[in-house]
C-alpha cells in the first residue's frame, strides 16, 4: 500500500529535502505534489487524490494556519490529515495547530525515522499496511 | 553575565543541531576572524525581540549546500545557495528560540539574503552584553553568527 503526499512550503529547496527525507525514510510514497504556499496547495487538493499533507506553517499569501481553516470549512478535504512541519515548534503555537485541525507535528530539523512515524501515524496505518482505529493528533515528543 | 553565557550555550546547541542534522557538517567552535561573501537575516519577535545574522564564505555555503539537497558541484546555483543560507538562519532561529522558552510564542520574520562581503570579528571589546557572536569551522570552510537581543 503505497499513499499520494502533497509538501507545501515556500522554499523550493526545503520541499526538495523533505521529500527525499520522507523517500530515504521508508514510507511508501506513490504521488508527491509540491506547492508554495496554502493557495497553492487548495488548488492542489481541488484536482488529485491526496492522502496526507505535510505543510510549512509560515508561508507568504496563506500560512500553514489559514491552510487548515480552509480545510476544515471544505467537506471533500476536511479529513485529509496536515502535519505540520516548522522551525518554531512553542507548546502555544503546537496546541493552536492541533485545535485547527493539524493531525502532527514535525520539528525542523528532522530525522527520517521522525516523520515516517509522524506518517504512517496520522494516516491510522501501522508500517506493514494495517489499518488502525484512532490515530489522535501526534507530536514528534512521542517518540 | 550568566544570561549572555546560557544564551550563547543555547544559540551554540541550535548550531549545531541544524548543521548535523540538515547539513551533515560538523562544525568546531574558532575564534578566527570570518571573511564572509553573503549573509542570511532573520528577526524575531516575542517576549524578547531580536535578530540573527548569518555571516557565510562561499565554500561553507556550497558544502551545505550539496549536503542538504544531494547535489553535485556543477548542479549548485546562487539561487539554491541563496535557498539554502535563509533557510538555515530560519532553522537556528526557530531552535534557539524553542530551547530558550519552548512556552512562548514567538513570530520569526521571512528571512533575508544579502550577497555582502566583509570581515566578522568574533568579539569585540564592547559589544555588549546583549551581543552574541561565534565563529565556527568545518573542513577549512568558516562561518560567523551574530544574535542582538533588545
Redo the contacts between chains.
Keep these: 500500500m503505497s499513499f499520494n503526499v502533497l509538501i507545501v512550503d515556500d ?4 520541499r ?2 523533505i521529500k ?1 527525507i520522507v523517500t530515504i525514510s521508508g514510507f511508501k510514497m506513490d504521488q508527491c505534489w509540491e506547492a508554495g504556499n496554502g493557495r497553492e496547495a487548495l488548488d492542489v487538493l481541488s484536482k488529485n487524490w491526496v492522502d496526507v499533507v505535510i505543510s510549512d506553517i ?1 508561508m ?1 499569501e496563506m500560512n500553514g494556519l489559514e491552510l487548515l481553516d480552509h480545510l476544515k470549512k471544505n467537506e471533500t478535504l476536511k479529513e485529509i490529515p496536515v502535519i505540520m512541519i ?8 503546537m496546541q493552536e495547530a492541533f485545535k485547527r485541525g493539524a493531525k502532527g507535528f514535525v ?5 527520517p525515522e521522525e516523520i515516517k512515524k509522524i506518517l504512517y501515524s496520522v494516516i491510522g496505518v501501522s508500517e506493514n499496511g494495517e489499518y488502525k482505529e484512532d490515530t489522535g493528533t501526534v507530536d514528534e515528543c512521542d517518540f | 553575565m550568566e544570561n549572555t553565557k546560557k544564551i550563547q550555550e543555547l544559540l551554540m546547541n541550535a548550531i549545531f543541531e541544524v548543521f548535523e542534522k540538515m547539513y551533515f557538517v560538523f562544525l568546531e567552535p574558532v575564534d578566527e576572524d570570518v571573511k564572509y561573501d553573503m549573509v542570511a537575516s532573520i528577526n524575531f519577535t516575542g517576549p524578547v525581540k531580536g535578530c540573527i545574522d548569518v555571516l557565510f564564505t562561499r565554500g561553507m555555503a556550497e558544502t551545505m549546500t550539496r549536503n542538504m539537497l544531494n547535489v553535485d558541484d556543477n548542479s549548485i546555483t546562487d539561487k539554491l545557495i541563496e535557498d539554502c543560507a535563509k533557510e538555515a538562519v530560519n532553522m537556528i532561529c526557530g531552535n534557539f528560540l524553542q530551547k530558550y522558552d519552548s512556552s512562548k510564542v514567538f513570530d520569526l520574520s521571512i528571512p533575508v539574503f544579502k550577497n555582502k562581503s566583509g570581515v566578522f570579528t568574533k568579539q569585540e571589546a564592547g559589544a555588549g552584553e546583549n551581543v552574541c557572536k561565534l565563529s565556527f569551522e568545518s573542513d577549512g570552510s568558516l562561518m560567523g553568527i551574530e544574535m542582538s537581543v533588545c
Excluded at chain 1, 11 to 14: A, P
Excluded at chain 1, 86 to 93: A, F, K, L, P, V
Excluded at chain 1, 107 to 111: A, D, I, R, S
Design positions: 522554499s523550493n529547496s526545503m526538495s529535502v527525499k509560515n507568504p516548522t522551525t518554531e515548534g512553542s507548546d502555544n503555537r520539528k525542523k530539523p528532522f530525522l
